[in-house]
């Protein structure tokens, strides 16, 4: 009992923290002092007391659009466990049930965003759409060598599996899935080298063009969704790459604090010492990161 | 009781069209009697599905034909399980046409289309008793006639007649292969009637000529991927009732004789079943594929089926598979997860396809890049088709999930097992995930372009909301939506019953319910509907406070409704990752000069099979053919000297020529 509610309120608080120590890294690479590491619940706090400007044009799928995407995220966010503590809700096959609640999540961003008829968020819609056909197969595929290493196909079941101790011959497909998914990480979430988000740009952008006409609290709703979502694939990641645990309830949970926090830090590096790729060469990065999952899943099968 | 009622719902849906025959071109009773009697016939015959459904035995019925032995015709799980999109469609179409083909607007083709519908109904229910393959063959024509007559409605089109002249071309062949099976079935075990094949009774290649025959003469009807060639042109150009129709319920016929025939084969190869998965495999990616390449709403559905067809047969795949490795649970997860989306199929495309014929009704245009701005105008249209397109791209909380995700159990499951052999099977789970995220890609291209932003034409400026007549089955299509993915629990027992005859003997213990929690998936998705109202709940009222501008357009001054993002726009990436099988043409515009008049251009995308292929082997064989008019010369003369020509040279045959040759050769 107690640990759902850690699970819960984890899950509802700490995600904008993630998007301040990206922010802090990157100004500490820049020679700045950058905004305080907590600015980003002022903004939340800020736009959800603000009023709303809503474009002539859209319909009632832009209003609720980013509340169906925020839904659609939390309830994935119920399902993936954290740390060596089990998920709230587990049940055979709910790894499919995260990964098309996801999908949900796109369906609703990119119809909210053609609600508006600007060119600029069809193109963010387009792309969005057009990317997540190479990193949804990667991301099952990293499943599938979960699957296949656990034996099991419950998304508990097969992350605390490395904690147990795993073959030794289960270390290399491990790398492999662990360099994908920080991939599909990062063009999920919509970071470098996928997508900038502070571009100035709305020709170049990915995600921030999709919601340029939401504002007040709409706007507040989907920054905090974006930050959920890379806390919770952030979560599925740290399962593979980092799976220690001590045994004790408030040292394990302090030790997914502190492993987020340093993967927010190593996404900030990323994009600190990164450049954005070129549109068009995006899709090879999703490709490399699709092929590194499928040469993990070759390498178990032997 | 049951087989009753559902003969007596196939007798009221053959004879539906026919009082109106006798009434006059413009005079609306026909049509109103048709539905009548269509709707009474389909509520008779779910209510008989109903009761096949749920009483346990199988009663089977010998029906004298003396020219061809008994005829057996029997309703069990199976058969009721397939009945109920059949009825269920029939009506719901019957009524839809009453909005959206009357008679006295349709003088010319409207009763031809009642008359052939309730056919196509009574063909349909007809084919899926039959238990003889006489009877079988008999509803298999009857259905397909009546399509190729339903398909050609507005047969004063050119295009129409084309479409329904390479639909009949492709029928006949699927019939044609289906004669072959049957004589071999016939020859194989010296009788025409359709019951189980006893293990080892007959050898692994008639077994073999078998598969492949049922194979190719049903994929051909449920449109697999190579053989889709006759069916986008079909869906794009008939009624949209009909389309829904086609697409919804008479490809499954082709999947139900696929299921029906192949469990009557005793221990089916592995390699069967790995080739109906990969065929699975290619249709449903190729089928979205060539479907986020297209410009036209209704002949984008019809790929999608392709898309959805492909899906049910992975299912199958992973039963056939299931059986050839003695693993219960895959044949219980695969074959649930294909006769579910066969339902699902038939309700959410059904769905898809009324609304788009409200769609074309309102705007006289099938152009999704000529539509725009329609949720404004047709609230409950857009709403409807909102719910269709999440359903078919497989999002919870809708039916399109709870099958897919017992497929994806399924091929999970494959994983368990040690060696590469096993391990092939689950490369099905990565693909179909891409499949799921094109599919995304496509609702989303299509939602937005024709319900959303503005009007990019002056036709959907005017757009009027469809009569009730025509809302009503779409309301009861997405209700059905609604009620399988929100409570996946109430299909398990039906699942079930209707698996019941096709498992291995002895191999009882596996129910879907027991291998899928399928109560908290429902669960789950009714959080997510609460969780997702509640939010937006919180948010209208804000909404409402909002102060309306106009769209954020970089401060430009005279911003049009041309210039949105197009569907081909948006799919452009899409197309572009897949220009290797798609080859789109592009006609650029020819801009010359300093003041270059004004100018166009287009791009489209041609199907694989029947542009690329057929198409060319066809007017390349024409062309060989060519000499044979020399001999048509239309002088009765020259044809009396081709029958002595021919008569003499069947004459030379009694020349001794044999003794001749060994003479020659003779050492």
């Given amino acids: 009992m107690m640990h759902i509610l850690m699970h819960g309120l984890l899950l509802l608080i700490m995600p904008p923290l993630l998007l301040g120590v990206i922010n802090k890294v990157k100004a500490w690479f820049g020679g700045r002092v950058g905004p305080p590491l907590l600015q980003p619940y002022s903004d939340l706090v800020k736009l959800m007391r603000k009023g709303m400007v809503l474009s002539e044009t859209t319909t009632w799928v832009f209003r609720f659009g980013p509340v169906i995407t925020l839904a659609a995220v939390i309830l994935a966010g119920l399902v993936a466990p954290m740390g060596r503590f089990a998920a709230p809700v587990t049940f055979t096959g709910d790894l499919i049930f995260f990964a098309y609640l996801l999908g949900l999540a796109r369906f609703f961003t990119t119809t909210a965003a053609l609600d508006t008829g600007s060119p600029f968020e069809g193109m963010g819609a387009a792309r969005e759409v057009a990317f997540a056909c190479l990193t949804e197969p990667a991301l099952f595929i990293a499943l599938l060598v979960l699957a296949k290493i656990s034996g099991s196909l419950t998304l508990a079941d097969m992350l605390h599996g490395p904690m147990s101790g795993f073959p030794a011959q289960a270390a290399a497909p491990l790398i492999l899935v662990a360099i994908g998914l920080f991939a599909v990480l990062l063009a999920e979430t919509c970071r470098i080298p996928v997508d900038d988000p502070n571009t100035h740009l709305e020709l170049t952008m990915i995600h921030e063009v999709m919601v340029l006409d939401h504002s007040g609290p709409l706007f507040g709703v989907i920054l905090y969704t974006a930050a959920l979502k890379l806390f919770i694939l952030g979560t599925l990641l740290l399962h593979v790459i980092a799976p220690f645990q001590t045994g004790l309830a408030w040292l394990d949970w302090s030790l997914f604090l502190v492993q987020m926090l340093l993967l927010a830090a190593v996404v900030g590096v990323v994009e600190s010492v990164m450049a954005r790729l070129q549109m068009r060469h995006v899709p090879y990065l999703l490709v490399a990161a699709l092929l590194s999952c499928g040469f993990g899943f070759l390498l178990l099968i032997g | ?667």
């Fill in chain 2, 1 to 667: 009781m049951a087989l009753t009622l559902i003969l007596i719902a196939t007798l009221l849906a053959a004879g539906s069209g026919l009082p109106g025959v006798f009434l006059g071109r413009s005079s609306r009773w026909g049509q109103r009697v048709a539905v009548g009697l269509m709707a009474s016939g389909a509520l008779a015959g779910l209510a008989g599905a109903c009761l096949g459904l749920t009483s346990a035995q199988d009663r089977i019925v010998v029906f004298p034909w003396p020219a061809m032995g008994d005829s057996l015709i029997g309703v069990d799980a199976l058969s009721a399980f397939f009945l109920v999109p059949i009825f269920l469609m029939g009506g719901l179409g019957s009524l839809y046409s009453l909005g959206y083909w009357p008679q006295d607007q349709h003088p010319e083709n409207g009763r031809k289309l009642q008359l052939f519908w309730g056919l196509m109904v009574a063909g349909m229910a007809l084919l899926v008793l039959a238990r003889q393959a006489m009877a079988f063959l008999l509803g298999w024509e009857v259905m397909a006639l009546s399509a190729f007559f339903l398909v050609s409605t507005e047969d004063h089109r050119e295009e129409c007649r084309q479409v329904g002249w390479v639909y009949l071309v492709s029928t006949h062949l699927g019939t044609l292969t289906l004669f072959g099976l049957f004589s071999l079935w016939r020859w194989a075990t010296g009788s025409y009637a359709l019951l189980p094949l006893a293990s080892e009774a007959v050898g692994l290649g008639v077994l073999n000529g078998l598969f492949f025959l049922a194979l190719l003469g049903f994929g051909l009807k449920a449109g697999m991927m190579p053989l889709h060639f006759w069916l986008p042109g079909a869906h794009a150009n008939a009624p949209s009732q009909v389309s829904a129709m086609l697409s919804g319920v008479v490809l499954k016929m082709g999947v139900y004789g696929l299921v029906r025939f192949l469990f009557l084969l005793p221990d089916p190869p592995g390699a069967w079943g790995g080739l109906i998965l990969v065929l699975g495999a290619i249709s449903g990616l190729l089928g979205v594929v060539f479907a986020i390449g297209q410009h036209d709403l209704k002949r984008l559905l019809a790929y999608h089926s392709v898309e959805n067809i492909g899906i049910i047969l992975m299912g199958l795949g992973l039963a056939m598979l299931g059986r050839s490795a003695h693993r219960p649970e895959w044949i219980v997860l695969g074959l649930a997860g294909c006769l579910l989306h066969v339902w699902n199929h038939s309700f959410f495309k059904s769905l898809l396809f009324l609304c788009a014929g409200s769609v074309v009704q309102a705007t006289h245009t099938q152009e999704i890049d000529r539509l725009g701005g329609l949720a404004k105008r047709m609230p409950w249209t857009a709403g409807l088709f909102l719910v269709g397109a999440v359903a078919i791209c497989g999002l919870p909380p809708l039916n399109g999930f709870v099958s897919e995700l017992l497929v994806y159990l399924g091929l999970f499951r494959t994983i368990t097992v040690p060696g590469a052999g096993g391990s092939a099977a689950v490369i099905g789970a990565p693909v179909l995930a891409m499949i799921g995220a094109l599919a995304v890609a496509c609702f989303v291209k299509v939602y937005g372009a024709v319900f959303l932003g503005t009007p990019r034409d002056h036709d959907p400026a005017q757009a009027h909301e469809a009569p009730l007549s025509m809302r009503a089955p779409m309301l009861v299509l997405a209700a059905c939506c609604a009620l399988i993915g929100l409570a996946p629990g109430l299909v398990a027992p039906v699942l079930d019953r209707a698996m019941a005859g096709l498992l291995p003997p002895g191999s009882a213990p596996f129910s879907v319910a027991s291998l899928v929690p399928l109560d908290t998936v429902g669960a789950m998705s009714l959080a997510l509907v609460a969780f997702a109202g509640v939010l937006a709940l919180a948010f209208t009222a804000r909404g409402r406070a909002a102060r309306r501008v106009g769209t954020w357009d970089c401060g430009y001054a005279l911003p049009t409704s041309r210039m949105q993002y197009t569907a081909a726009s948006f799919a452009q990436i899409i197309v572009t990752m897949f220009a290797w099988v798609l080859r789109p043409r592009v006609h650029p515009p020819g801009i010359e000069g300093p003041f270059p008049r004004a100018a166009g251009m287009h791009s489209h995308v041609d199907d694989l099979v029947l542009d690329r292929v057929l198409a060319p082997v066809g007017r390349c064989v024409a062309r060989w053919c060519d000499w044979i008019h020399q001999l048509q010369q239309g002088l009765t003369q020259h044809y009396v000297l081709y029958i002595l020509i021919a008569v003499v040279l069947m004459l030379s045959t009694l020349l001794p020529i044999d003794g001749f040759l060994s003479r020659l050769f003779a050492r």
